[in-house]
């Protein structure tokens, strides 16, 4: 998995490694770290079942293929280094993602439709429940994409001037503003963050971690692919 990370372009590296993780856990490796993970022993019905999983969740085709292509890029590796046979590989290659197309669903949101996402985030007891309601709120807050939410430091915000700087399309540097009710989304979010914290340890030098399940608080870097899920599975909630 490591070697086929490394031969991606550096900005697809965070997201392939967000998708091989989280295409682990569906197939039972939720207490493993991705690198642990014996890619090479996996066997054309776990990828069926990890397909099954995608379409019950309401995975849109593109992505289901993303994550298959993830899972052939790795056996590409493993066959390349003798870990599987030609015909391992070929049979892991024959299963396709889930057939079909969709036209974007994307809508304007109206201001009650966001207070009620926070509401649905309120009632989620896990951390789960403030880091995305402080993505949400950054986000909707600010107007950023979701690329440049991801690639956001701590050393990028100003919590006394609401202002968050970041890097944009053409590697512009902007300013942007998010309202209070989002920075105390933010804020919220970081305290619990640094509670997890053990003696010693320096928090993160970035705003969004990655959440195994358990509640386990990684010290991994958000994907733009993970918020763009955690907004749909909150959207979904409410219809």
């Known amino acids: 998995m490591t070697v086929y990370l490394a031969r991606l372009a550096p900005s697809s590296q965070l997201t392939m490694r967000y998708?091989?993780?989280?295409?682990?856990?569906?197939?039972?490796?939720?207490?493993?770290?991705?690198?642990?993970?014996?890619?090479?022993?996996l066997q054309p019905d776990n990828v069926i079942a990890l397909v099954a999983a995608l379409r019950e969740d309401g995975y849109a085709p593109n992505t289901s293929s993303l994550y298959v292509n993830a899972v052939r890029g790795v056996m590409n590796e493993a066959w390349r280094m003798s870990l599987i046979s030609q015909e391992h590989l070929l049979k892991m290659r024959s299963v396709k993602g889930i057939a079909g197309t969709r036209l974007s669903q994307g809508r304007n949101l109206r201001r009650s439709l966001i207070q009620e996402m926070m509401a649905v985030?309120?009632?989620?007891?896990?951390?789960?429940?403030?880091?995305?309601?402080?993505?949400?709120?950054?986000?909707?807050?600010?107007?950023?994409?979701?690329?440049?939410?991801?690639?956001?430091?701590?050393?990028?915000v100003d919590f006394s001037e609401r202002s968050l700087r970041v890097t944009a399309k053409g590697n512009k540097q902007l300013i942007k503003y998010a309202p209070a009710w989002a920075f105390e989304k933010l804020q919220a979010w970081l305290e619990l963050r640094r509670s997890h914290l053990k003696e010693g340890e320096v928090d993160d030098p970035f705003l969004f971690n990655r959440i195994r399940r358990g509640s386990h608080i990684t010290r991994e870097r958000i994907t733009k692919h993970a918020i763009y899920y955690i907004a749909r599975q909150r959207g979904r909630r409410l219809g």
């Open 19 to 41: 998708v091989l993780q989280d295409a682990a856990d569906r197939l039972g490796f939720e207490d493993m770290n991705v690198e642990e993970i014996p890619w090479h022993q």
């Open 121 to 156: 985030c309120a009632t989620d007891p896990r951390p789960q429940g403030l880091r995305d309601a402080a993505i949400i709120g950054i986000l909707y807050g600010s107007g950023m994409r979701k690329s440049e939410s991801v690639n956001l430091d701590l050393s990028q």
